[in-house]
């Protein structure tokens, strides 16, 4: 990996035949273009999710799972669309090399094993609709392939970007934060565009400064660090790309609030929002969610999210 966290082989894009796949394979296949490297369209043969109408308490996850004869009748017809998508990719854009494969398991598992054996640049999803029980449940595809991947991934939801829109990066100066901003600086020079990195200061919250089964510090009483100090952080972790990337306008911005809703603001006219992501406990992230879990289902512009 590059100290942007993208591999050198293609693009990889999950597909199911929904609007919103399509439109996902519509960004994947400009980003190609523009990396001038090989798409890959991926369908998973086997969903998270039980079938419609599954009792979701009296049903073990394993009987609600469609079997292998129900699940050979479906292939034939996603491998079908999948074939019909790149032929129209073939013919529109035939110096873009289109390959697809069609492979059991669940979204995450599929598309990280792609992505791992191409040495993909990213993995590109469309937005799903599950509601808010079935993500707390089951959880949702785009948080899962996050979780799972190595990789950045991009979640192409929201309104269509406006042309020049910038790309806003979530920032704290942390080490977090720091492979996201890398990757936000190569794809505004990639594509000309200016970078805003928004630092979301903390609103003090009482409650427990650590806890061991939470994964360490979630409410922390004292107040954010001061801006004086969250400028020089930041401005440490920038100033290499902007060495590197000397074409790239930046802009620091300061938000305050709940960093989900604030960065959610700061993505209405945005062409990209980039975010840091790394592991915390299960339980942490149950009772106080996660900042790129949050963007993943509200904000108004495509999501990349880039492990740390």
Not at 50 to 72: I, M
Not at 133 to 147: H, I, W
Not at 203 to 215: A, D, M, R
């Given at each position: 990996m590059s100290a942007a966290q993208t591999g050198a082989g293609p693009v990889v894009v999950?597909?199911?035949?929904?609007?919103?796949?399509?439109?996902?394979?519509?960004?994947?296949?400009?980003?190609?273009?523009?990396?001038?490297?090989?798409?890959?369209?991926?369908?998973?043969?086997?969903?998270?999710?039980?079938?419609?109408?599954?009792?979701?308490?009296?049903?073990p996850l394993a009987e609600a799972v469609p079997e292998a004869a129900d699940e050979a009748a479906a292939v034939e017809p996603a491998r079908r669309q999948?074939?019909?998508?790149?032929?129209?990719?073939?013919?529109?854009?035939?110096?873009?090399?289109?390959?697809?494969?069609?492979?059991?398991?669940?979204?995450?598992?599929?598309?990280?094993?792609?992505?791992?054996?191409?040495?993909a640049a990213m993995i590109v999803l469309g937005e799903s609709h599950a509601g808010v029980f079935t993500r707390a449940v089951l959880g949702s595809t785009e948080a899962e392939v996050t979780k799972a991947a190595g990789r950045p991934v991009i979640v192409v939801r929201g309104d269509e970007p406006l042309p020049g829109g910038p790309v806003v990066l979530g920032t704290d100066g942390s080490e977090q934060s720091s492979p996201?901003?890398?990757?936000?600086?190569?794809?505004?020079?990639?594509?000309?565009?200016?970078?805003h990195a928004v630092h979301v200061a903390r609103l003090p919250v009482w409650g427990p400064t650590s806890e061991p089964l939470l994964g360490?510090?979630?409410?922390?009483?004292?107040?954010?660090?001061?801006?004086?100090?969250?400028?020089e952080l930041i401005a440490r972790q920038l100033t290499p790309w902007r060495e590197r990337y000397p074409?790239?306008?930046?802009?620091?911005?300061?938000?305050?609030?709940?960093?989900?809703?604030a960065?959610?603001?700061?993505?209405?006219?945005?062409a990209l929002l980039v975010l840091g992501r790394s592991d915390h406990g299960a339980l942490r992230r149950l009772l106080l969610g996660s900042v790129s879990d949050d963007a993943l289902h509200h904000a108004r512009c495509p999501v990349a999210v880039v492990r740390a």
């Amino acid at each position: 990996m590059s100290a942007a966290q993208t591999g050198a082989g293609p693009v990889v894009v999950g597909f199911d035949g929904s609007p919103e796949a399509r439109r996902a394979v519509r960004w994947a296949l400009a980003e190609a273009k523009n990396r001038r490297c090989g798409l890959v369209l991926g369908y998973c043969a086997r969903d998270r999710l039980p079938p419609p109408g599954a009792d979701l308490v009296a049903t073990p996850l394993a009987e609600a799972v469609p079997e292998a004869a129900d699940e050979a009748a479906a292939v034939e017809p996603a491998r079908r669309q999948l074939d019909a998508m790149a032929e129209t990719i073939q013919r529109t854009d035939p110096d873009v090399d289109v390959r697809t494969i069609v492979r059991g398991g669940t979204p995450e598992a599929v598309l990280t094993s792609i992505a791992d054996e191409t040495d993909a640049a990213m993995i590109v999803l469309g937005e799903s609709h599950a509601g808010v029980f079935t993500r707390a449940v089951l959880g949702s595809t785009e948080a899962e392939v996050t979780k799972a991947a190595g990789r950045p991934v991009i979640v192409v939801r929201g309104d269509e970007p406006l042309p020049g829109g910038p790309v806003v990066l979530g920032t704290d100066g942390s080490e977090q934060s720091s492979p996201a901003a890398g990757f936000a600086f190569d794809f505004a020079a990639r594509h000309g565009l200016a970078v805003h990195a928004v630092h979301v200061a903390r609103l003090p919250v009482w409650g427990p400064t650590s806890e061991p089964l939470l994964g360490g510090p979630i409410l922390d009483p004292a107040p954010g660090v001061p801006q004086e100090i969250s400028d020089e952080l930041i401005a440490r972790q920038l100033t290499p790309w902007r060495e590197r990337y000397p074409q790239v306008s930046v802009e620091v911005v300061h938000d305050i609030g709940p960093a989900g809703q604030a960065l959610t603001g700061q993505s209405t006219d945005a062409a990209l929002l980039v975010l840091g992501r790394s592991d915390h406990g299960a339980l942490r992230r149950l009772l106080l969610g996660s900042v790129s879990d949050d963007a993943l289902h509200h904000a108004r512009c495509p999501v990349a999210v880039v492990r740390a």
